[in-house]
């Protein structure tokens, strides 16, 4: 744009910020600028002291060269109006082409005005240190402390401020970006857009979401919005209305967004994600350079930092949150066994954490800007920016989250504590202190009046393994525990956990609302009596694994007349056993397990050829009803369409490093079909995936390695063609049923194996590609992919139904 023709009129609005007002003028002064403007400055009826300093600010501005107006209120129009009369002003000059509202906190940096000009937008902002949207970047520069600001310039490193906005400018050169959010700050107005849209609306008083108003109406009338990210100013924030009392400022915001909420028919979003946003939009345009100054990676230390802080903080807070309502909700009740047992509710499943997710999007930013000559792939900035958009949907969510918990709370009215110097109380709390020591005898009477109701009350299930706690819900022996536990709500469900030994632990314990822990010490027969009563009283025991079995407490489960045994296989432990050469416990295991499958009524597998297997192996000894079971969790899917990216397919590979994932074989594929793929391998171990990849393979464009968490993994897979799922060929696998290979067919992935026996995949004729296959180059064409992707997802659905259905047999097995 030619900006000889070109005239801004710069509107400012001061209320008590005389000290951040000189800065702003002087800046507007001291600052290089190519482009005709002029200032409408409007004092909001600031105190008489603050009123008579801004005016002298001004004056000994205009005579030092800046041209301008003054506007001295008598009334304070808050923000909206006070910024209508500088509008008005300007727009009653025909020579005024744009209209500028600027803070008066704010610091303009070189040539500002001419790069927002010069990228010819309806409206633009550029990017400052303090903003609720994505115009906030962190940064690298210390200007000053605020406190000082009455020294003037003098008391700020300004050159740190023009070597940031200079520096920000060459390393993010040509980068704006589409916006349906500016923040008020500092806003660039084309003349035409505001004859269109008018004035401000001044029913937002004091100030506080008229820039919602009017960026809506902006967009209403067909204008679009930018925020120029290679255009940078410092902003001190909320220099006015810090001025306002803490409280009275909240009343007014509060006000001003049900005024919004009631003028557009709609809740206001909150944007805290647009913190992720910005991080996204700087790191995508970075890793598409080929070369990274060190602004780049240094700014992608303090995203990293800065989200990490911001996401801690919430997380915190909703702890707090839903600690304060179990505090309120508790009953307070004060008897025997409340005392000892506490007001327990049951355990909810912990909140995901979403610092791993940024850790690993970290990672991968870093990687990429580390690499100069280079920039990154199309499709590697693709997926990357699936990622961010992940996050910045579960940090939304998590924003809802912790506001739904907080109306929770303020709706659960608190209690006043009652007064505790009474007799009552202080033998309750005598009575308290003792039942902190499980062998105390307050603490062993409650017990056993709690065993006494769990005999009495009956109409539970016995399950013979250790609870699923929190704690332990990463593991997936205990993802199976719990997935059955959560089938059997409204039952008693009693779990025995032996251990060796004695120790601190109580004989029973609460664990949840309708849940106990029996701490079996083998050694003691009068534990293993009350359990084998407990058992013979509930009439249903279910051993999770064999694994359970060959211990006194086994033993004599197994001998209680009239209960209904449930054995869970969870895989052919003997097998397992002899595979690691360990033919001893391989014996032990395998009479124990002959023992349970005659005993059994019901045998849980999780695949039909495990079923199949053991019928074979114990023939007519296996009387019980055989339930398939399979135990996955698929929360997302998505379609089997996705073309290649320039002629190559993804494969991805998402697990650990063990040794039965066969990372040799694995990599050989890598290595002889490095040019044919994009290769993509997620996992935890990520230095360890990659000292097993062949040199010439690790610094191969198309290898990447990284860590991913399994939220992200549901974006990544939507990305992928094929996945490695390399099993050897042995009963272990044969009768397995992978949660892995489940996720691949659901997000239209087709498998990568070494052989196709894997549980019941290939009976249900799952359609692959083997690894020697793959290696040799013969790939399937795309369309061909996409319809073996289609078939495998048609044998996930009837993984889900066959799931589904023997949850339903096992209930009523167990009804």
């Known amino acids: 744009m030619n900006t000889t023709k070109v005239k801004v009129g710069i509107v400012i609005v001061t209320y008590n910020s005389a000290e951040v007002f000189a800065l702003a003028l002087d800046s507007l002064l001291r600052t290089a600028s190519d482009t005709a403007f002029e200032?409408?400055?409007?004092?909001?009826?600031?105190?008489?002291?603050?009123?008579?300093?801004?005016?002298?600010?001004?004056?000994?501005?205009?005579?030092?060269?800046?041209?301008?107006?003054?506007f001295q209120q008598e009334k304070n129009l808050g923000f909206s109006g006070g910024n209508n009369i500088g509008m008005e002003h300007f727009l009653a000059d025909p020579a005024i082409t744009h209209i500028c509202l600027l803070n008066s906190d704010v610091i303009v940096t070189d040539h500002w005005l001419d790069y927002l000009i010069e990228d010819d937008k309806d409206a633009i902002g550029p990017l400052t240190n303090a903003s609720n949207n994505e115009q906030g970047i962190p940064i690298a520069y210390?200007?000053?402390?605020?406190?000082?600001?009455?020294?003037?310039?003098?008391?700020?490193?300004?050159?740190?401020?023009?070597?940031?906005?200079?520096?920000?400018?060459?390393?993010?050169?040509?980068?704006?970006?589409?916006?349906?959010?500016?923040?008020?700050?500092?806003?660039?107005?084309?003349?035409?857009?505001?004859?269109?849209?008018?004035?401000?609306?001044?029913?937002?008083?004091?100030?506080?979401?008229?820039?919602?108003?009017?960026?809506?109406?902006?967009?209403?009338?067909?204008?679009?919005?930018?925020?120029?990210?290679?255009?940078?100013?410092?902003?001190?924030?909320?220099?006015s209305f810090g001025k306002l009392d803490a409280l009275e400022a909240q009343g007014f915001a509060a006000d001003n967004r049900r005024r919004f909420e009631e003028k557009y028919g709609r809740a206001w979003q909150d944007?805290?994600?647009?913190?992720?946003?910005?991080?996204?939009?700087?790191?995508?345009?970075?890793?598409?350079?080929?070369?990274?100054?060190?602004?780049?990676?240094?700014?992608?230390?303090?995203?990293?930092?800065?989200?990490?802080?911001?996401?801690?903080?919430?997380?915190?807070?909703?702890?707090?949150?839903?600690?304060?309502?179990?505090?309120?909700?508790?009953?307070?009740?004060?008897?025997?066994?409340?005392?000892?047992?506490?007001?327990?509710?049951?355990?909810?499943?912990?909140?995901?954490?979403?610092?791993?997710?940024?850790?690993?999007?970290?990672?991968?930013?870093?990687?990429?800007?580390?690499?100069?000559?280079?920039?990154?792939?199309?499709?590697?900035?693709?997926?990357?920016?699936?990622?961010?958009?992940?996050?910045?949907?579960?940090?939304?969510?998590?924003?809802?989250?912790?506001?739904?918990?907080?109306?929770?709370?303020?709706?659960?009215?608190?209690?006043?504590?009652?007064?505790?110097?009474?007799?009552?109380?202080?033998?309750?709390a005598r009575v308290a202190r003792a039942a902190q020591f499980p062998g105390s005898r307050v603490s062993r009477i409650a017990r056993w009046l709690e065993f006494a109701d769990l005999f009495f009350g009956g109409n539970g299930i016995m399950f013979v393994a250790p609870y699923p706690t929190k704690a332990r819900e990463r593991d997936g022996y205990f993802q199976?525990?719990?997935?059955?536990?959560?089938?059997?709500?409204?039952?008693?469900?009693?779990?025995?956990?032996?251990?060796?030994?004695?120790?601190?632990?109580?004989?029973?314990?609460?664990?949840?609302?309708?849940?106990?822990?029996?701490?079996?010490?083998?050694?003691?027969?009068v534990q293993r009596l009350a359990a084998c009563l407990l058992a013979w009283r509930f009439k249903r025991v279910y051993f999770h694994s064999v694994l359970r079995m060959p211990?006194?407490?086994?033993?004599?489960?197994?001998?209680?007349?009239?209960?209904?045994w449930v054995l869970d296989v969870h895989g052919v432990v003997p097998e397992e056993f002899r595979m690691h050469n360990d033919f001893y416990s391989a014996r032990i295991h395998d009479d124990c397990e002959r023992h349970a499958v005659e005993r059994a009524s019901n045998v849980i597998v999780v695949s039909q050829a495990m079923g199949n297997y053991l019928s074979h192996k114990y023939r007519e000894l296996l009387k019980a009803d055989v339930i398939v079971l399979p135990i996955f969790a698929v929360d997302e899917s998505s379609q089997a369409s996705r073309p290649y990216k320039d002629g190559k397919p993804t494969v991805i590979y998402a697990g650990g490093t063990q040794k039965w994932q066969n990372l040799p074989a694995m990599m050989n594929v890598v290595r002889e079909g490095i040019d044919l793929a994009d290769w993509w391998l997620y996992t935890p171990d990520v230095e360890q995936m990659r000292s097993a990849a062949a040199p010439e393979v690790v610094h191969h464009p198309n290898f990447h390695v990284s860590s991913a968490t399994r939220a992200e993994l549901n974006g990544i897979y939507q990305q992928c063609h094929f996945g490695f799922i390399l099993r050897?060929?042995?009963?272990?696998?044969?009768?397995?049923?992978?949660?892995?290979?489940?996720?691949?067919?659901?997000?239209?992935?087709?498998?990568?194996?070494?052989?196709?026996?894997?549980?019941?995949?290939?009976?249900?004729?799952?359609?692959?590609?083997?690894?020697?296959?793959?290696s040799a180059g013969k790939i399937p064409g795309e369309q061909e992919r996409m319809q073996m992707a289609r078939h495998n997802m048609a044998i996930c659905e009837q993984l889900v139904q066959q799931k589904t259905s023997g949850e339903q047999q096992l209930v009523g097995a167990l009804g």
């Open 480 to 525: 199976r525990v719990k997935a059955i536990d959560s089938l059997f709500p409204a039952r008693r469900r009693l779990y025995c956990d032996v251990r060796e030994g004695g120790g601190p632990k109580p004989f029973i314990e609460r664990a949840g609302r309708s849940a106990w822990v029996l701490n079996i010490a083998l050694e003691s027969r």
């Open 551 to 564: 211990n006194p407490l086994g033993r004599a489960l197994l001998r209680v007349p009239g209960v209904k």
């Open 728 to 774: 050897d060929d042995m009963v272990v696998n044969n009768v397995s049923c992978p949660t892995k290979l489940i996720e691949y067919l659901a997000f239209g992935i087709v498998p990568i194996v070494d052989t196709p026996n894997i549980g019941d995949f290939n009976t249900y004729g799952m359609r692959y590609v083997t690894a020697s296959d793959f």
């Open 39 to 70: 200032v409408a400055v409007i004092d909001n009826a600031s105190a008489p002291a603050q009123r008579e300093a801004s005016r002298r600010i001004f004056d000994d501005a205009v005579g030092r060269g800046l041209p301008g107006v003054y």
């Open 142 to 239: 210390h200007l000053g402390d605020r406190d000082n600001l009455g020294a003037g310039s003098a008391a700020l490193d300004l050159p740190a401020l023009d070597r940031f906005a200079e520096e920000r400018r060459k390393a993010w050169f040509g980068d704006v970006v589409e916006s349906d959010f500016l923040s008020y700050y500092c806003v660039l107005f084309t003349r035409r857009v505001v004859e269109k849209l008018g004035l401000l609306d001044t029913r937002f008083f004091p100030g506080a979401y008229e820039d919602d108003d009017y960026c809506l109406r902006t967009l209403e009338h067909g204008f679009k919005m930018y925020v120029a990210r290679d255009v940078y100013l410092h902003h001190w924030g909320s220099a």
């Open 271 to 428: 944007r805290t994600y647009l913190s992720v946003t910005a991080w996204k939009q700087d790191s995508i345009f970075a890793i598409a350079q080929p070369a990274h100054p060190p602004l780049h990676l240094e700014t992608h230390r303090l995203y990293t930092q800065q989200l990490d802080k911001l996401v801690d903080g919430l997380e915190a807070y909703r702890t707090h949150l839903l600690h304060e309502i179990k505090t309120r909700r508790s009953v307070q009740k004060r008897d025997l066994r409340s005392v000892v047992f506490g007001q327990y509710e049951d355990e909810e499943a912990a909140p995901r954490s979403l610092i791993p997710g940024i850790e690993s999007i970290s990672s991968d930013v870093r990687q990429y800007l580390s690499e100069q000559g280079e920039a990154a792939a199309p499709e590697d900035i693709e997926r990357l920016k699936a990622r961010f958009e992940h996050l910045e949907r579960d940090i939304d969510a998590l924003v809802a989250e912790t506001r739904a918990l907080l109306a929770q709370l303020n709706a659960i009215p608190a209690v006043e504590p009652k007064a505790t110097d009474t007799l009552m109380s202080r033998l309750t």
